[in-house]
T-cell receptor, first 109, second 114 residues
Framework: DAKTTQPPSMDCAEGRAANLPCNHS???????VYWYRQIHSQGPQYIIH???NNETNEMASLIITEDRKSSTLILPHATLRDTAVYYC??????????FGAGTRLTVKP | DTEVTQTPKHLVMGMTNKKSLKCEQH?????MYWYKQKAKKPPELMFV???????INESVPSRFSPECPNSSLLNLHLHALQPEDSALYLC?????????????FGSGTRLTVV
């Protein structure tokens, strides 16, 4: 699986958009980009995934660059409940998902 | 039912005890997973079951013994653990690997070995 690089921590003001970057310069053509988050003392929660095209669901938007070497997870209107560790994972569709260090997002009032 | 249920939520056990963690899902998922998470670290994959057969064992010590009695249930049997095995143990499930819909995680069992 391709390696991912995320900033260790980020802050965001409540009500503003949170943009979480992820670099995956060694991604291969059949690898998807997945995002999960883990709120303190809970299990990780699936957010969104994509291959080439930008994706949007009720939780977030995923923007993947044309060369697929990086992506950005966008939480359009961050709330205090979005404070969590966000994991960007790149992998093919097999059942061995492994987590990197992630980004600790703190949403501040 | 869209949840993965883990029991117990908390467990304290001595180094000579035998205990089991239980994980249950009723979403029809055919892959189930055990992860271990130490404080302030990401989850680490331990075991993967696919169609009730063990498909991945990440070189986990034999004091951890997984079992998948049926497609809805996953157990982790614990014996002769060490204090360093204290961690949050997470169970997850997913659809058949041919299609991806995301993993569903339980809330975990917080294990303390004394």
């Amino acid at each position: 699986d391709a390696k991912t690089t995320q900033p260790p921590s980020m802050d965001c003001a409540e009500g503003r958009a949170a943009n979480l970057p992820c670099n995956h310069s060694t991604i291969s053509g059949n690898e998807y980009v997945y995002w999960y988050r883990q709120i303190h003392s809970q299990g990780p929660q699936y957010i969104i995934h994509g291959l080439k095209n930008n994706e949007t669901n009720e939780m977030a938007s995923l923007i993947i660059t044309e060369d697929r070497k990086s992506s950005t997870l966008i939480l359009p209107h961050a709330t205090l409940r979005d404070t969590a560790v966000y994991y960007c994972i790149v992998r093919v569709v097999v059942n061995d998902m492994r987590f990197g260090a992630g980004t600790r997002l703190t949403v501040k009032p | 039912d869209t949840e993965v249920t883990q029991t117990p939520k908390h467990l304290v056990m001595g180094m000579t005890n035998k205990k089991s963690l239980k994980c249950e899902q009723h979403m029809g998922h055919r892959a189930m997973y055990w992860y271990k998470q130490k404080a302030k670290k990401p989850p680490e994959l331990m075991f993967v079951y696919s169609y009730e057969k063990l498909s991945i064992n990440e070189s986990v010590p034999s004091r951890f013994s997984p079992e998948c009695p049926n497609s809805s249930l996953l157990n982790l049997h614990l014996h002769a653990l060490q204090p360093e095995d204290s961690a949050l143990y997470l169970c997850a499930s997913s659809q058949d690997t041919a299609e991806f819909y995301g993993y569903t995680f339980g809330s975990g069992t917080r294990l303390t070995v004394v």
